[in-house]
T-cell receptor, first 113, second 113 residues
């Protein structure tokens, strides 16, 4: 079965640089979520999109932005990177017709040096 | 939002049954109880969801007492590959365009040979 695809899987950036993370949801899933998981921490919700419109916003820094495109893939743009942005970034997708089940991608590990 | 409380860690041996209890005293009438499993450096994976009484699937069972203030995830005959963090989540996102997941402190289950 098709799963959520994230790219790149690993990314190394310097402080103050910019990073773009991509997410390709499961086909026919209409909702995409982004989560951040710092070292030894639990996943924290960042932002979500439903049918290409931002539907919910969590603890996402102003330096971060995201969007969902017409083909439903989503991108998380991170600027002025800080050391504390080093984390695993997960994308998840689901269809709003189901209950709480979200399907998570493998994640992108961002390291800021 | 209902707060959940779980043990920080649990140990077990291969072949044993493991029961992880989650406390959610402030659960709302419409809330469902959902459990996710997460392996190191991987995205969380949906295990099971329930509203009341007992739910069973091919992976686990979920026991929910009548007052719904707690729930117990039961993993039969665990193996080494069940070593992971288990999260208990409470919320009502059915058919919602929102549906962010709130991950509290999960339970680190370690299975020993």
């Amino acid at each position: 079965a098709a799963g959520v695809i994230q790219s790149p899987r690993h990314l190394i950036k310097e402080k103050r640089e910019t990073a773009t993370l991509k997410c390709y949801p499961i086909p026919r899933h209409d909702t995409v979520y982004w989560y951040q998981q710092g070292p030894g921490q639990d996943p924290q919700f960042l932002i979500s999109f439903y049918e290409k419109m931002q539907s919910d916003k969590g603890s996402i820094p102003d330096r971060f932005s995201a969007q969902q495109f017409s083909d439903y893939h989503s991108e998380l743009n991170m600027s002025s990177l800080e050391l504390g942005d080093s984390a695993l970034y997960f994308c998840a997708s689901r269809t709003s017709a189901t209950y709480n089940e979200q399907f998570f991608g493998p994640g992108t590990r961002l390291t800021v040096l | 939002l209902a707060k959940t409380t779980q043990p920080i860690s649990m140990d077990s041996y291969e072949g044993q049954e493991v029961n992880i209890t989650c406390s959610h005293n402030n659960i709302a009438t419409n809330d469902y109880i959902t459990w996710y499993q997460q392996f190191p450096s991987q995205g969380p994976r949906f295990i099971i969801q329930g509203y009341k009484t007992k739910v069973t699937n091919e992976v686990a069972s979920l026991f929910i007492p009548a007052d719904r203030k707690s729930s117990t995830l039961s993993l039969p005959r665990v193996s080494l590959s069940d070593t992971a963090v288990y999260y208990c989540l409470v919320g009502d996102n059915r058919g919602s365009t929102l549906g962010r997941l709130y991950f509290g402190r999960g339970t680190q289950l370690t299975v020993w040979p």
